[in-house]
């Protein structure tokens, strides 16, 4: 793919400009060294290119994830929101390695994450759970050299110790030794996704990237995957990418939120003010959309119509050259929007946002 | 279960029915997908049925339709008894003769599936498909027809004339769920089975689909059967619940008493395993869970349904238990409350 190449050149010429801002930003987040940054995203883009038909020449592009900076704190629940077409999980792919990046860097532990420098090994350190259980776990293969596979592969463990090996790491996501020999059709939903969890943790990784880990379950069985992850993340110190779309599940595992709309970060706010006051008004429809669950039935069943609902794919609304992304739907919005991109800044209190007017709230 | 007051004008009855599924090849037994089963909406009310995956809910709704597939399933007994305005007496659609069927589907009763990305015919324009319905009822001529389909549209906020011509994939996801909802609309029936018309849509879509659904409710005077998994959504929506599992109503009532004081261990469970938001609320507590999952021993008879994963079972539970009326209104299938 030659767009992809040239972007990469770009990339590499401006690496001495980008390297330069990496020392700003680690001077900003000084103030609060308590915390230990673990991932460290910068300017990180992913465009994807498509022809509208076989014979146009013009080629269209999507701006699955436009230059965005963030940073996810070590033995912290960062999790990402955002609608369908919103970039998040190409976001998890990122940093996953599992698709090339456009421009940008990934800084992890301070150095920069290349999946092809096998000396560090990224791929022990970092690793992925799928959204859906029922396609991420090979068919023709048995639950213990499923689990194995990545330990194995890693020089970890000998190839003749994988049944035990797989068997202490289903006890650890609480299945029993029996399934050892079974094939994933013959799990539940609830049970895959463990053994999912179980092949990610199988390398012992400091980062997990959980997409949607928990959307396919029942929800009896999502309460399990849910408190399992939080025992894991407690004993064993790791820091979770949990990308979701559920505001529930946030406010009840997360440590701070990301909200996402047209491939840009919107607002990352710590989870406790963040389900306080919204900054972001995307952020505010959000949190207004999520169904109250112990409240009297007090849901505005038009408020959300008309211009305020966030509705239809994103990658639709293209012909945004300038100007805030969520320009068209916002109810806060004023000339300045249209014209300029509203930067990510500081509104207080560890939070951030990209809009010019933040902390704006209508009666909804 | 005949909760609350029946009105005698518009009324949905499901008396005792039994849905037989029977194993492919032969292998195992059969087992009751749906078992005796009662079930009441009055015009203008929204019944919710909640319960996990395989837990026959959505063949409840396919059988209320006679949709259930013929070479695997069979109603066993029990009725499903429509009164509507427009009609002269009473229609049992259980006892009703295979062709005469068509007639009342759609025209009656109306289903909204689950996924509006496979639902829809992707090669034929949506305008088409809705007028499908239209011509296969009515005999008017194409213009009024499209008329119809537009005025349709446009009640589900769509822009009728100019999506008319447009195609399945040019729509987003929560715009295919309207056109769903206006396809099922069209011959305005009494009755509306939705199986999990949100499910599959965002938060911000899926609120204004269930807004959606609730306008279309007070404007003429629709009784739906909302098919779900999310206990917040039946909670908003519905004016009563019916919790399934296994097969069986496990408890039914109005929503607020079965929110705010759940007699079921079952339903206890469900509502404590859902992160809620209430205002002293506490998070990265550990979340209630149920142990194991639904399998297929939990249809057998002679026991309850919910045994093997309760936490209040003991030796009495081994017995077939009937659905006890515990409070006025309020019916649960347990003997432990």
Redesign the interface.
């Known amino acids: 793919m030659p767009g992809v190449l040239r972007y990469n050149s770009f990339a590499r010429k401006n690496k001495a400009n980008i390297k330069k801002e990496t020392g700003k930003i680690n001077n900003k987040t000084k103030q609060n060294m308590e915390k230990e940054i673990i991932l460290n995203a910068l300017n990180l883009s992913k465009y994807y290119k498509y022809y509208k038909s076989v014979f146009d020449i013009k080629r269209d592009v999507i701006k699955a994830v436009d230059d965005i900076t963030f940073e996810v704190f070590r033995n912290e629940i960062f999790a990402v929101v955002g ?2 077409g919103c970039g998040k999980s190409t976001l998890a792919k990122l940093v996953a390695g599992l698709i090339n990046k456009t421009s940008g860097d990934i800084y992890y532990d301070g150095e920069l994450l290349d999946y092809k420098d096998k000396k560090k090994n990224f791929r022990k350190k970092i690793q992925i759970v799928f959204q859906d259980p029922y396609s991420s776990l090979n068919p023709k293969k048995k639950i213990y050299k499923i689990i194995s596979y990545p330990a194995v592969k890693n020089n970890i463990i000998k190839k003749r110790d994988r049944l035990d090996f797989a068997a202490s790491l289903l006890k650890n996501v609480g299945l029993s030794e029996e399934i050892l020999h079974s094939y994933p059709y013959e799990l ?4 895959r996704q463990r053994v999912g969890i179980a092949r990610s943790l199988s390398v012992s990784p400091e980062l997990l990237i959980l997409d949607e880990p928990v959307s396919a379950l ?7 995957v ?2 399992l992850l ?1 025992d894991l993340q407690a004993h064993d110190k790791m820091s979770y990418i949990f990308i979701t ?5 946030v ?3 997360a440590d701070r939120v990301c909200v996402m709309y047209g491939g840009k970060i919107m607002e990352i706010s710590p ?2 003010d963040f389900f306080k006051e919204p900054a972001h008004p995307y952020s505010n ?2 949190y207004n ?9 007090q ?1 505005n ?2 408020g ?2 008309g211009k305020n ?5 994103i990658s ?1 609304e293209k012909g945004i050259e300038k100007g805030c992304v969520y320009f068209k739907k916002c109810y806060a919005s004023k000339e300045i929007c249209e014209k300029n991109e509203p930067p990510l800044k500081d509104v207080g209190d560890n939070r951030m946002a990209s809009c010019f007017f933040p902390f704006t709230h209508p009666g909804l | 279960m005949a909760y609350g007051g029946k009105t005698k004008t518009m009324n949905l009855e499901i008396k005792d029915l039994t849905v037989r599924l029977y194993p492919k090849k032969n292998a195992g037994r059969h087992i009751n997908v749906v078992d005796s089963v009662d079930l009441y909406v009055n015009g203008g009310e929204i019944a919710a049925v909640v319960g ?2 395989g837990s026959g809910k959505s063949f409840l709704g396919l059988s209320i339709m006679r949709l259930n597939p013929p070479d695997v399933s069979e109603v066993v007994s029990g009725s499903v008894k429509i009164k509507c305005p427009g009609e002269k007496e009473e229609l049992d659609i259980m006892r009703l003769n295979p062709k005469n069927l068509p007639s009342v589907r759609g025209r009656l009763v109306s289903i909204v599936f689950q996924d509006p990305n496979t639902s829809l015919n992707p090669v034929i324009k949506i305008g088409e498909q809705i007028t499908e319905a239209i011509f296969a009822h009515k005999k008017i001529g194409k213009p009024e027809a499209k008329e119809i389909a537009i005025s349709y549209l446009n009640r589900m ?1 769509i822009d009728g004339k100019a999506r008319f011509n447009a195609y399945p994939h040019e729509l ?4 295919r769920q309207r056109v769903m909802i206006a396809m099922a609309m069209v011959l305005n029936p009494c009755f509306l089975i939705a199986d999990e018309p949100t499910t599959a849509l ?7 689909v ?2 959606l659904i ?2 279309i409710k007070l404007e003429s005077n629709l009784g739906i059967i909302f098919i779900t ?5 039946a ?2 929506i519905s004016d009563k619940i019916y919790v399934f599992y296994a097969g069986q109503v496990m408890e039914c009532g109005k929503t ?1 008493e079965i929110m705010d004081n759940p007699l079921h261990p079952y339903t206890v ?2 509502i404590n ?6 205002a002293d ?1 506490m ?8 142990p194991g ?1 639904l399998t297929k021993d939990d249809f057998t008879e002679g026991k309850c349904r919910f045994y093997s994963r309760c936490f209040k079972r003991d030796n009495n539970c081994l017995k077939n238990i009937p659905l006890n009326e515990i409070s006025r209104g309020m019916f649960a299938r347990c003997i432990k409350v």
Do not use: C, W
């Open positions: 609608e369908t539940s939903g609830g049970q029942d929800m009896s069985i999502s309460a399990q849910l408190n939080m779309h559920d505001l529930k599940i406010r009840h595992i989870s406790q429809i959000l959309s999520m169904l109250p669950y112990n409240f009297k039935k849901l069943f038009t959300l119509n609902a966030g509705s239809g794919l639709k | 996990e995956s906020n987003s996801g929560g715009m965002d938060v911000t879509t899926s609120l204004q269930l807004s609730e306008k998994h999310d206990l917040s959504i909670k908003n607020e469970s469900l395993s859902v992160p809620s938001l209430p609320y998070p990265k507590q550990k979340l209630f869970t149920i999952y």
